[in-house]
DNA sequence: ACTACTTAGTTCGATATCGTACTAAATGGA
DNA sequence: TCCATTTAGTACGATATCGAACTAAGTAGT
């Protein structure tokens, strides 16, 4: 492994911190006892809809489903989504957002605004429009390539 | 909060989910029990030298110190690192790695450079490589600015 | 030198994460 | 139809993460 491979190294050791720091400042916005994790699940179904399955949420995380297990019973206990059974298949459920839900996002959304919008000021809204498609790929090439 | 805005949110969902694709890639190569966590303060100690303070590490990887006492309690306890009294501040310690913790670091890059090297292939180094400039600069920003 | 404040690190407790092993349902081949 | 295999989700246990409160030591102002 030479300095090239050591610098590749260094990419994800920048995203691993990037991570960190965008997350602590996205948590010190959110209401009390609603971590990230959580406020996530709930704008994927918002982005995407409702009516998933736990194990799409944590495919499109790429988190265990044990840990979306977890995670959705963290959020059903707050009454932010509801969970029932899916009429496709007895095996699974659907996951559906509550009213509760829903407004959750929304305030969290909004709540996040400042921040972002100071953070599209500094880095420059260009810089980062131009960083999601990389990222995409390197993304897309991960997801497909899990045993790498 | 428009349509831009929500673009924002999706470079820090990708690089989320990188990070996490990431991380279990190399999380599959290390040894049983040595954590990603672990791995990168030994990495960090080996590049960087070491000799340093629990909090500088702390801030480097920019997760709360309570959390580098534990990773540090981790591999002091599987003897990859020694804890001694700094000399220069008598509330606070230096971080030596051992001989087994350099060895511990060097096998677990050599055990990284075979997925590496494929990720290079797949993705192309040229555009890894371009990204390191522009992900230091966020990291950078959200460093400097952590009360955003 | 004294006191107030700050800083480094730990302890403790709560909870998140995740691997292993399990159950129940679906699927596919004979 | 039967049975082996696969798949969705959960239970459980181990450990990581991290906030709050604490102790000890350094620092700064008087």
Excluded: W, Y
Excluded at 105 to 125: Q, S
Excluded at 131 to 137: G, H, I, V, Y
């Amino acid at each position: 492994m030479d300095d090239n491979d050591l610098a590749l190294f260094a990419v994800f050791n920048e995203i691993g911190i990037i991570n960190q720091l965008s997350s602590t400042v996205f948590q010190s916005r959110l209401p009390d006892g609603l971590l990230v994790s959580h406020f996530s699940v709930l704008n994927h179904l918002a982005r995407l809809g409702d009516g998933r399955t736990p194990l799409s949420i944590a495919n499109a995380f790429q988190v265990p489903k044990t840990t979306m297990t977890h995670t959705l019973g963290a959020l059903e206990k707050r009454r932010l989504i509801k969970m029932a059974p899916n009429p496709a298949d007895g095996r699974s459920k659907v996951v559906v957002l509550t009213e509760a839900g829903q407004k959750a996002r929304e305030d969290a959304i909004a709540a996040m605004t400042g921040p972002l919008h100071r953070l599209a000021e500094g880095v420059g809204r260009d810089a980062l429009m131009d960083l999601l498609p990389r990222l995409a790929a390197l993304r897309e090439f991960l997801d497909d390539n899990r045993n790498i």
